[in-house]
């Protein structure tokens, strides 16, 4: 079986799709029973379906925006239904692995697959990391500066509580600006310095075990860096603005969900947004698949200021829409794209096999 077969069908295994899945309805659960509250799920009649329709609508959008985007960064290489494919792949490896992991691999197995070569599939992952890294660097002291502290929660948690938040935010930053520096450094500046520095690094007799991998690793970063140079200012400017795009529609989506059960003035509206990118860079370091459980847990404290006894429900609703909805999907598209890209290598091995033979 083709090595990347193997890496597909492992990571995207049952047991790691019920895992998020008892994660998410346990905390879920949890909400509900602990204070007694089973009898707010009432409140869903109350609910405005005009703003349910938008928070769907929303979210459709989103992932058009990051067909887009995929699109963009392979110069078109991918069709619209190849990008789908893709697109819901990703999302899907990315709700069963821990937020701070991600869907990386598998998106670059996939790309892979679709046709492109293993160094540019490389180069497109690892910007689109980048171009979300950047968005949270640069979008998040705007969020802090605009709030002027508010965006912290005091909902429901103690002063110690609070700065345990705070402490969890700085340090998320930091990891993903650090991080994002170096790969952009990586990238863009020296990629055979970092793979020099790499081989240096674990030339350590403690850090020994792991030269092979940082070898390939570095390799890596020079192929996706040969990539992605002398791309033009349109492709830039592409691939920058649809970051902004989607990542603007995912943390609006929570805005519509929270307007359908009360009313938001323009200002909780800017509010609700940079809580929002606060809550998930937060998140980022969650090690759950997906964040299941930890997503619902911290939601209310986050939120609950604007829906009081509606808290519940949103964050039921949030997970329901942008959640559950990938494990569904990415199941019902992965047996279907292994079938046809694996069916296609199978294909075109028998066909060199065959050329081969009759060459003899």
Same mark, same amino acid.
């Given at each position: ?98 937020? /701070? ?87 863009? /500046? ?171």
């Amino acid at each position: 079986m083709d090595q990347n077969k193997k890496t597909i069908l492992k990571n995207f295994s049952p047991i790691k799709i019920l895992i998020p899945v008892l994660l998410g309805l346990g905390a879920t659960a949890w909400l509900f029973i602990k204070d007694d509250k089973l009898s707010d799920l009432k409140g869903i009649a109350e609910a405005n379906w005009w703003w349910l329709a938008a928070a769907l609508l929303v979210l459709v959008i989103r992932d058009l925006g990051y067909m887009y985007r995929i699109r963009s960064l392979t110069d078109k290489f991918l069709t619209w239904r190849n990008s789908l494919d893709v697109i819901m792949l990703w999302e899907f490896a990315s709700a069963i692995t821990p937020s /701070v992991v991600g869907g990386t691999t598998i998106a670059t197995i996939v790309l892979n697959k679709e046709g492109i070569p293993l160094g540019k599939s490389l180069a497109y992952v690892m910007l689109t990391a980048v171009l979300d890294n950047m968005f949270f660097i640069i979008a998040a002291p705007i969020a802090l500066l605009a709030t002027q502290g508010e965006v912290f929660p005091d909902f429901g948690l103690s002063a110690t509580d609070v700065n345990a938040l705070k402490t969890a935010f700085y340090i998320s930053y930091t990891l993903i600006a650090v991080y994002t520096f170096i790969m952009i450094y990586a990238l863009f /500046v020296r990629p055979r310095a970092f793979k020099w520095i790499l081989l240096k690094l674990t030339g350590w007799k403690l850090l020994r075990k792991w030269r092979i991998n940082a070898f390939h690793h570095g390799n890596e970063i020079v192929w996706a860096s040969q990539q992605l140079r002398g791309k033009d200012f349109n492709y830039w400017a592409r691939a920058i603005i649809s970051t902004i795009f989607v990542w603007s529609a995912r943390y609006f989506l929570l805005n519509c969900l929270i307007a359908a059960f009360t009313d938001v003035t323009f200002a909780e509206h800017m509010l609700i947004i940079s809580r929002n990118l606060i809550f998930w860079i937060v998140m980022l370091v969650a090690i759950t698949p997906g964040g299941a459980g930890i997503v619902e847990m911290a939601f209310p404290s986050f939120f609950g200021l604007f829906l009081g006894r509606f808290s519940n429900i949103v964050v039921v609703l949030y997970r329901l829409i942008t959640y559950y909805p990938y494990l569904v999907l990415g199941s019902i598209f992965l047996p279907k794209w292994v079938a046809k890209v694996f069916g296609r290598a199978s294909v075109e091995e028998e066909e060199v096999s065959y050329h081969d033979a009759s060459a003899k």
